[in-house]
């Protein structure tokens, strides 16, 4: 499995985009199944990536403060796909862009 940038640009470039982060730290180990995971960073939001044994999991901040899990946020807020499983990085990224400024207003303050 390639890393988390070379895999999904597509999606990265519609995140950058919709929340104006940018990656700033990147991991990956090819000994660890391929494990992975990416960071960006944004004036109003951070978001990090986790691809772990080839699931995918994305969570949010607001710049120094803690992280959330998006999959809970976006199934708190009804707009998860499908409650209780987790998605793909397009699914979640495509709920996000439909959905994004509800799970930003979900984030604790800093």
């Not at 090819?30 to 939001?45: C, T, Y």
Request: glycine share 10%.
């Amino acid at each position: 499995m390639p890393k988390i940038s070379q895999d999904y640009m597509p999606e990265l470039r519609d995140l950058e985009e919709e929340f104006a982060v940018k990656p700033v730290n990147e991991s990956y180990s090819a000994e660890h199944f391929g494990n992975a995971s990416l960071e960006l960073k944004g004036p109003l939001v951070w978001m990090r990536i986790v691809r772990d044994r080839g699931q995918v999991f994305i969570d949010m901040a607001r710049p120094d403060s803690e992280w959330v899990d998006v999959g809970g946020s976006l199934e708190a807020l009804g707009l998860h796909p499908r409650p209780g499983e987790v998605l793909s990085l397009p699914e979640y990224v495509k709920a996000l862009r439909s959905g994004g400024s509800k799970v930003l207003g979900s984030l604790p303050p800093v």
